[in-house]
């Protein structure tokens, strides 16, 4: 049985745990690909133009004869309109709530894309394969005391997150916040900043002075154990993501029966 340290508040090695069977499932990239694919296209919603757009005019045309184009025009008047070549004119293909993005996993093959996703983080190759930064001296995967659940201070957890040795990613996340291309920048997303460190702790600390502590930090997120799933565990698609459990949480993830 692997077994990994376990660190403490003070950033030093208080012990050691087994790690989970669930980190020891191979690696499948594919599978996890498809499930974060299908979860994406599951959460976009039906659009399309209103029923009628383009077309709410009182128009006729002049008919042949004139040296102009038999198109549609104003009532009464010169402008071209409703065709889909002209100015004003309604849209060739627009597209169509009607249309269904939704995408069918199986069970089983959602099972596998999370427990996958959940041992690539175990994984040093897969965790830098992704972009993320950490000392070579660090175990994985992570894991720290449940005393972590009792920090209450921004500054107290990335002091932790320097002295374990993973400092470096939430600098990489701070430095690489970056203005959003396109539209974005207008719909109230104007920054893009990338994703750091997944901090896991039992479904029993959901109050804990953590939550609270960590949401400052550019990049860093915090989920429960019941909440995991291979989107936030692997974001786009891309296995490896740099995570540090707490020990009740391990221990939680050993009672996994699928």
Sequence with gaps: MATTNVYSVSGAVAGTVEVPDVFATPYRPDVIKKAVLAAAANKRQPYGP??????????????KGRGVARVQRVHDGRKATESPNNV???????????????????????????????????????????????????????????????????????????????GYDLDRAKNGRKIRA???????????????????????????PIFKSVSNIPGVTIEEVKTLNASILAPG????RLTVYTKSAIDAIRGWSE
């Design 182 to 208: 396109g539209r974005g920048k207008m719909r109230n997303r104007k920054y893009r900043t990338p994703v750091s460190v997944l901090v896991v702790v039992d479904d029993e600390d959901r109050t804990a």
């Design 50 to 63: 209103a029923k009628g757009a383009g077309m709410r005019h009182s128009v006729s045309t002049w008919g």
């Design 88 to 166: 004003s004119g309604r849209r060739a293909h627009p597209p169509v709530p009607e249309k269904i993005w939704a995408q069918k996993v199986n069970k089983k093959e959602l099972r596998l894309a999370r427990k996958s996703a959940i041992a690539a983080t175990g994984r040093s190759e897969c965790v830098k394969a992704r972009g993320h930064k950490f000392d070579d001296a660090v175990t994985f995967p992570i894991v720290v005391e449940d005393a972590v659940n009792d920090i209450k201070a921004t500054s107290e957890v990335i002091e932790l997150f320097e002295k374990i040795g993973i």
């Design 237 to 240: 698609g891309d296995a490896g």
